[in-house]
């Protein structure tokens, strides 16, 4: 992975008829980098990718790829990889004719493309499967051939859209190993969308997180959970507690509260559930639900700030609903956050 | 859901006699008619029917508007059908409503309003004499482009139709998909969207096909006696020469252009599918 910028989006501005959906958009992507665009749906996060592919025209602003401005270059020279969420694949093709689409396209034939194609079905583990129709596959199967398909062609960038959500969990979980040493065997680099942070976290070098059309923090999965920059972004990662700083108050929906501590100069502060102990500190809270997961009891406070959500050990004896108790919101275990909304 | 057969033949059997009744034994009175002669059965009348240029040229004219009115409502049809497919869906069913429109009009009224635009002084002739292309009206009404153009208007609905469904069937994302892998615009249509429409080219092929084969009203009306197809031939012979022997022979052609057509359609797309 080198340093130097590979795929660069400048000021990408994309617009479906009046309706901006991404607006002033910079992102440099490294060679050689797994990059996850994460954002909820909306956010455009797919209209991004399909912009880069050369699917959707780009209202301002450049896309410089390897050195080239591919901005108006058209979607079948731009040598980028696209695998579909609903994968896209050719039903009156099979399997192998599947895979050798684009390279057919290239004017390649006879046993040079047959040992492409074979090997690309090798690196996806379906090489039995070449003569299958794609009817007769199975959604983790077909995903495999996409796949496949892109690989073969050797694109400057593979990007893949939501490759994990129509998959099953255990499926999931394969396919996600199965991404990460494909990445790595072949050094392609690839971009994915995704919704699910636990997706973006696992499998990224990087993280762009996305809302309404802008870019809300990059950086890496270590920084996204610990160091979210907003409370979109921390509330996302799971920090379920979120208040705005103001003086030596803590501001949440429903009021506010006087911190004893001196709180640190931030927009606002945020909390795990398991962050927030029970029991004792200086505000007062009544329980209004428990959780039982396994390891750990979760309960929801009402409080002065509006709902607080804690986590606590389950061998701790239960607090019944109706219950005021202690709480804390320690300054020292939030993370700051430096824009709140 | 029956004890047995005969009871289920039984309940069917009322249907099955009104149908040979009033359908095909006429049918086959009317067939047989080509093939007997004083002395018993022959192909003679059908050697004789052939002999004359007026039938040749007749038959040849029906197979060829039959056949070019097919390649252009598929051609023009196709075009319309995957600009109406990606509309956004509020304006895609407008167009679709339009695209049905004319067929809740009689036929008869349809044609009547070429002549209103085809006439010596119709709206065409007076464009061409206003802008000074031509200096008299020119003759578009009783010539084969007529009829072309009036069987076209009629039938390339029932085209459309059929592709706007096949094309709504497309798996999401194949066009994308394929223009990704790097096929330009004409290989997109080739190794793509034929294929996967192959199925309502040869629906809408086979309707507009024999439509234009056995539609009366439109040739009668804007090809009158100048320009015969089957259709009006065959009335001709009932009604003016009384020579059943000949209505006869074209209805068999008939169907048998419209058997043929189908199954060679049929044939076309399965050995596609299959490949």
Not at chain 1, 78 to 93: M, N, T
Not at chain 2, 175 to 193: D, E, H, S
Not at chain 2, 196 to 201: D, K, N, Q, S
């Amino acid at each position: 992975m080198s340093d130097a910028p590979y795929l660069s989006l400048e000021k990408l501005t994309l617009a479906y008829g009046k309706s901006i959906a991404v607006e002033n958009l910079d992102l440099t992507i490294r060679k050689g980098e797994l990059l996850a665009l994460l954002g909820p749906s909306g956010c455009g996060k797919t209209t991004t990718m399909r912009s880069i592919a050369g699917l959707m025209p780009v209202k301002s602003g450049r896309i410089v790829l390897d050195g080239k401005d591919i901005t108006r270059v058209s979607a079948n020279r731009r040598e980028i990889g696209l695998v579909f969420q609903s994968y896209a694949l050719f039903p009156h093709l099979s399997v192998f004719e599947n895979v050798a689409f684009g390279l057919r396209l290239q004017g390649m034939s006879g046993a040079a493309l047959t040992e492409k194609v074979d090997t690309g079905l090798r690196t996806v583990g379906l090489s039995d499967f070449s003569a299958r129709k794609i009817p007769e596959l199975s959604g983790g199967q077909q995903q495999r051939v996409a796949l496949a398909r892109s690989l073969v062609m050797k694109p400057k960038v593979l990007m893949l859209d939501e490759p994990l959500s129509n998959l099953d969990a255990r499926l999931r979980l394969e396919m996600r190993t199965e991404l990460q040493r494909v990445q790595k065997e072949s050094g392609v680099t690839m971009i994915f969308v995704t919704h699910d942070q636990v997706e973006a976290l696992a499998l990224a070098d990087r993280i762009v997180v996305m809302r309404n059309g802008v870019i809300e923090q990059i950086g890496t999965p270590e920084e996204i959970y610990n160091k979210p920059a907003s409370s979109f972004v921390a509330d996302f990662v799971g920090f379920e507690n979120i208040a705005t700083v103001v003086g030596n108050k803590l501001v949440g929906s429903a009021g506010e509260v006087t911190c004893p501590a001196t709180l640190p100069n931030a927009a606002g502060l945020a909390w795990r559930p398991h962050a927030v102990p029970l029991g004792s500190g200086p505000y007062r809270g009544t329980v209004r639900g428990v959780s039982y997961a396994g390891s750990s009891r979760e309960y929801v406070l009402e409080t002065p700030l509006g709902p607080v959500k804690t986590e606590v050990d389950a061998a701790l004896p239960t607090h019944q609903i109706g219950t005021e108790l202690a709480f804390d919101l320690p300054p020292e275990a939030a993370a700051p956050l430096r824009k709140i909304g | 859901m029956f004890q047995n057969r005969t009871e289920a033949l039984a309940l069917a059997l009322p249907a099955a006699l009104f149908a040979a009744i009033v359908f095909l034994v006429p049918v086959a009175i009317l067939l047989s008619e080509g093939f007997r002669t004083a002395d018993g059965w022959s192909i003679q009348a059908y050697i004789d029917f052939f002999s004359m240029p007026l039938n040749q040229k007749v038959f040849l004219r029906t197979l060829r508007l039959g056949l070019t009115v097919t390649f252009v409502a598929a051609i023009i049809g196709y075009a319309a059908a995957y600009a109406i497919v990606t509309l956004p869906p509020s304006s895609k069913g407008k167009m679709i409503g339009l695209v049905v429109l004319p067929l809740m009009i009689s036929p008869v009224a349809r044609t009547y309003a070429w002549i209103v635009i085809l006439g010596r002084t119709g709206i065409v002739n007076q464009a061409l004499m206003t802008v000074g292309l031509t200096d008299g009206p020119v003759r578009f009404l009783f010539t084969e482009t007529a009829v072309f153009i009036g069987l076209l208007q009629l039938f390339l609905p029932l085209m459309i139709i059929s592709l706007i469904s096949a094309l709504e069937n497309l798996p999401r994302d194949a066009v994308p998909a394929a223009r990704v892998l790097g096929a330009n615009w004409f290989q997109v249509f080739w190794k793509v969207l034929l294929p996967l429409t192959r199925e309502g080219l040869v629906i809408g092929g086979t309707l507009v096909f024999t439509g234009s084969l056995t539609a009366y009203i439109t040739p009668a009306i804007l090809g009158g006696s100048k320009v015969l197809m089957l259709e009006t031939l065959l009335y001709q012979q009932v009604t003016v020469a009384n020579n059943f022997v000949s209505a006869s022979i074209i209805a068999l052609i008939l169907i048998l252009m419209s058997f043929a057509a189908n199954i060679l359609l049929r044939r076309i797309a399965s050995a596609r599918n299959s490949k």
